[in-house]
Nanobody, 115 residues
Framework: QVQLVESGGGLVQPGESLRLSCDAS????????MGWHRQVPGNQRELVAA???????NYADSVKGRFSISRELRKNTVYLQMNTLKPEDTAVYYC?????????WGQGTQVTVSS
């Protein structure tokens, strides 16, 4: 089993920054990627950013140049640095971990961008 715990969400004003963290514990051997999705009520969950164990990153077009994903392999932790936040970034952000072809999910952390 894998457990994921997110932290770092909150309420910020447009243009401000936040950093999300996701700590993975349990059986983490065989992990191929970690990352973040987000979801707004009534919409499908969408990929925000992902990073493979080899360090390859992938971003949604809407966050390129503003968000940055990184990880600490030793700690099984992944981070999402979010800069120049916009109201449309408001969502619940979910950490995921892909292991042996299966995605594990965290409980989600709310990010609200509002003036």
């Amino acid at each position: 089993q894998v457990q994921l715990v997110e932290s770092g969400g909150g309420l910020v004003q447009p243009g401000e920054s936040l950093r999300l963290s996701c700590d993975a514990s349990g059986t983490t051997s065989g992990v191929t990627a970690m990352g973040w999705h987000r979801q707004v009520p009534g919409n499908q969950r969408e990929l925000v950013a992902a990073i493979t164990v080899g360090g390859h990153t992938n971003y949604a077009d809407s966050v390129k140049g503003r968000f940055s994903i990184s990880r600490e392999l030793r700690k099984n932790t992944v981070y999402l640095q979010m800069n120049t936040l916009k109201p449309e970034d408001t969502a619940v952000y979910y950490c995921f971990l892909r292991r042996l072809g299966y995605n594990y999910w965290g409980q989600g952390t709310q990010v609200t961008v509002s003036s």
